[in-house]
C-alpha cells in the first residue's frame, strides 16, 4: 500500500518568508509526528498528534513554528518568518494507534527547506 | 527529558567483520528501543526493535540487546556487507506509539 507522503520534496525561500510542508500519513494510523533533521545530525522532535488528543508540541523549536492535523489525516507544518537556521529535512512518520502492539513508526521522504 | 547518546559516530569495517554500535538513555521510564538505517538521500527504515521485556532480540545478521538496569542497548551486525553502509539511529521511547528520542548516528562504512 502508499506509504507516508510529503510534499514538496524541495523548498528553497527566502529568509523571512512563511512556509507549509504537508505531510499524509498512511491510512489507518493514528500517530503522525514530525521531526527535523540537520544537515549530517540526528532527528529532532518537533510535535506529536495521536488521534483526537491534544498535540504534544514539546519539541517545536520556537512560536515560529506550528502545525495542524486536520480530519485526523493530513498534516501541515508552518514555520513563520522563516531563517536560516531552520534549513533542514523535514521528516514526517506515522503509526498505528498507541494500543496497537504494533507502534512502528513509517517515515516519509522528507522536505528538504532551504532558507536563504 | 529523555537524553539518548550514540558511539561511535563514524565506523569503518572490512566486508565480512562484524560491527557494533552502542546507544545509552537516561530515562528509566523508556521502554521501546528501535534501530533505523537511513541510506544516503532516503528515508530512515526501520530495521529492528526490542522492549523492555526482553533482553535480545535477532533476526537474520543483525542483533540487538538491551541493558536496562545499566541503561544501554547496543547494534551489532555480523557478516557485514557494502549494501550495510548506512548511517544508523538509535531511538528510545517511554511508551508504545509516543514520540522518539534519537541518537546522534552511526555513520557504517564496510569496505569491499
Known amino acids: 500500500g502508499a506509504g507516508v507522503s510529503q510534499s514538496p520534496s524541495n523548498k528553497v525561500t527566502e529568509k523571512g518568508k512563511d512556509v507549509e510542508l504537508r505531510c499524509d500519513p498512511i491510512?489507518?494510523?493514528?500517530?503522525l509526528y514530525w521531526y527535523r533533521q540537520s544537515l549530517g545530525q540526528g532527528l529532532e522532535f518537533l510535535i506529536y498528534f495521536q488521534g483526537n488528543s491534544a498535540p504534544d508540541k514539546s519539541g517545536l523549536p520556537s512560536d515560529r513554528f506550528s502545525a495542524e492535523r486536520t480530519g485526523g489525516s493530513v498534516s501541515t507544518l508552518t514555520i513563520q518568518r522563516t531563517q536560516q537556521e531552520d534549513s533542514a529535512v523535514y521528516l514526517c512518520?506515522?503509526?498505528?494507534?498507541?494500543?496497537?502492539?504494533?507502534?512502528?513508526?513509517?517515515f516519509g521522504p522528507g522536505t528538504r527547506l532551504t532558507v536563504t | 527529558g529523555e537524553n539518548v547518546e550514540q558511539h561511535p559516530s563514524t565506523l569503518s569495517v572490512q566486508e565480512g567483520d562484524s560491527a557494533v554500535i552502542k546507544c545509552t538513555y537516561s530515562?528509566?521510564?523508556?521502554?521501546?528501543f528501535p534501530w533505523y538505517k537511513q541510506e544516503l538521500g532516503k528515508r530512515p527504515q526501520l530495521i529492528i526493535d526490542?522492549?523492555?521485556?526482553?533482553g535480545e532480540k535477532k533476526d537474520q545478521r543483525i542483533a540487538v540487546t538491551l541493558n536496562k538496569t545499566a541503561k544501554h542497548f547496543s547494534l551489532h551486525i555480523t557478516e557485514t556487507q557494502p549494501e550495510d553502509s548506512a548511517v544508523y539511529f538509535c531511538a528510545a521511547s517511554p511508551n508504545a506509539g509516543n514520540m522518539l528520542t534519537f541518537g546522534g548516528g552511526t555513520r557504517l562504512m564496510v569496505k569491499p
Open positions: 530515562d528509566s521510564a523508556s521502554n521501546y
Open positions: 526490542i522492549r523492555s521485556n526482553v
Open positions: 491510512s489507518g494510523h493514528t500517530a
Open positions: 512518520a506515522s503509526s498505528l494507534a498507541r494500543s496497537n502492539p504494533t507502534y512502528e513508526q513509517y
